[in-house]
Structure formats: structure tokens, C-alpha cells
């Protein structure tokens, strides 16, 4: 079955790096989102992205993220410079139908640790 | 923007019992409903989704019911064995048109006592 991959799926970084999370979305997908989620707490939707575009942010991405396809499989987050508050889960998820409900897959997630 | 709240935060069952959980939302317009498993150290695993124009769905021992009215939906798990303890997150749609981000739930720690 398809699933979604991510990598990788620890990242150890210090304040102040920059660090870029990488995804590739189930093959037939057009749409790709980034959520967060800190320890403990409920997953929080950051971007979603269709066509090369970002369809829809959240107050969470801010000017230190930013998400790029920079090819036909992978899907990225890069967190500028990141701070200690940036530590959490980030999942990748893709969907596939062209209407406004439908369903999004999850990947397995990378840990990000900012030290 | 949507808010999605979710009771209860933990729910201990005996294996074989009923387990429901419920969620209330705020925005009208939401009209999609999916819940999610998250087993320790995995990515959330889509279970089971409503739509507005249904007001109930069942997949073998797990029913998801919705009432636009009162704007609240539940996920229902009948005959609990060990493998379902898990965390469970409801979550509804996020804003009118095109890749809308979910809102999640704070989940509920599903835990099935043998």
C-alpha cells in the first residue's frame, strides 16, 4: 500500500540553524500539507501546498518557514532559523480529490530537537 | 477560524466493552470529519471520516456519527480489543475552499484493560 515517507526521522539542531525536513508524498497525491505537533499536544496544521503554491498557511508559519517541491516526488520544510520552541514532531501528509473534503495521509514524522 | 474540542482526554475500557468518544466543533461551515489512531512514535492513521450530508458511518467495529445540528460527532469502537489502545484525534475541516489545513482535537488516550 502507498504510504508516505519521511526523512529524516530525528534531527538534532542548535538554535539558530537552519534545518530542512523532507517528505514524499503518496505518487498520485496533488496535495501536500506540514503539521506540527509538540509533545503532549494536539497536531496543529502549518501549510498546505497544490501547484507549486501554498494554498494556505497558518498563524504558526511564520516568515522563518517555507516549503518547496524541488522535484516531481520530494516536498520540504525548511525552518530558517530555528528556536528552542521549534522542538516537536512535524508529519507530512498528501491527499488526493480535487474537492474540498478529502482525505489526508499521514507520514510517520521527524522528531525535530532544536538544543 | 475552526475550534474542535474533544472529551474524554483518557478513557479506560474493559476489553470487549464500548468505547465513545465525542467532539464538538465551531464553524458551520466545517463539513468533514475524520479521525485519526496514533500508536507511540507514528504518524497519525486515518480510522475512519464523515461528511455533512451523512449522519452516520460504519466500518465493522467502528461507527462515526454526526449531528450538524448540535455540531458535534462521535467515534464509537465496539467489542475493544488490546490493539486499539491508542491516542484518537477527531478533526474537522479547517476553512471554506481548496487544501484546507484539519483542525485536530486534543485526542482522547484510548486504554483497554484486559
Known amino acids: 500500500e502507498p504510504e508516505v515517507t519521511q526523512t529524516p526521522s530525528h534531527q538534532v539542531t542548535q538554535m539558530g540553524q537552519e534545518v530542512i525536513l523532507r517528505c514524499v508524498p503518496i505518487?498520485?497525491?496533488?496535495?501536500f500539507y506540514w503539521y506540527r505537533q509538540i509533545l503532549g499536544q494536539k497536531v496543529e496544521f502549518l501549510v498546505s501546498f497544490y501547484n507549486n503554491e501554498i494554498s494556505e498557511k497558518s498563524e504558526i508559519f511564520d516568515d522563518q518557514f517555507s516549503v518547496e517541491r524541488p522535484d516531481g516526488s520530494n516536498f520540504t520544510l525548511k525552518i530558517r532559523s530555528t528556536k528552542l520552541e521549534d522542538s516537536a514532531m512535524y508529519f507530512c501528509?498528501?491527499?488526493?480529490?480535487?474537492?474540498?473534503?478529502?482525505?489526508?495521509?499521514f507520514g510517520p514524522g521527524t522528531r525535530l530537537t532544536v538544543t | 477560524g475552526e475550534n474542535v474540542e474533544q472529551h474524554p482526554s483518557t478513557l479506560s475500557v474493559q476489553e470487549g466493552d464500548s468505547a465513545v468518544i465525542k467532539c464538538t466543533y465551531s464553524?458551520?461551515?466545517?463539513?468533514?470529519f475524520p479521525w485519526y489512531k496514533q500508536e507511540l512514535g507514528k504518524g497519525p492513521q486515518l480510522i475512519i471520516d464523515i461528511r455533512s450530508n451523512v449522519g452516520e458511518k460504519k466500518d465493522q467495529r467502528i461507527a462515526v456519527t454526526l449531528n450538524k445540528t448540535a455540531k458535534h460527532f462521535s467515534l464509537h469502537i465496539t467489542e475493544t480489543q488490546p490493539e486499539d489502545s491508542a491516542v484518537y484525534f477527531c478533526?474537522?475541516?479547517?476553512?471554506?475552499?481548496?487544501?484546507?489545513?484539519?483542525?485536530f482535537g486534543k485526542g482522547t488516550h484510548l486504554i483497554i484493560q484486559p
Open positions: 505518487s498520485n497525491h496533488l496535495y
Open positions: 478533526a474537522a475541516d479547517y476553512s471554506g475552499g481548496g487544501a484546507d489545513g484539519l483542525t
Open positions: 501528509a498528501s491527499s488526493e480529490v480535487l474537492v474540498r473534503s478529502y482525505e489526508q495521509y
Open positions: 464553524d458551520s461551515a466545517s463539513n468533514y
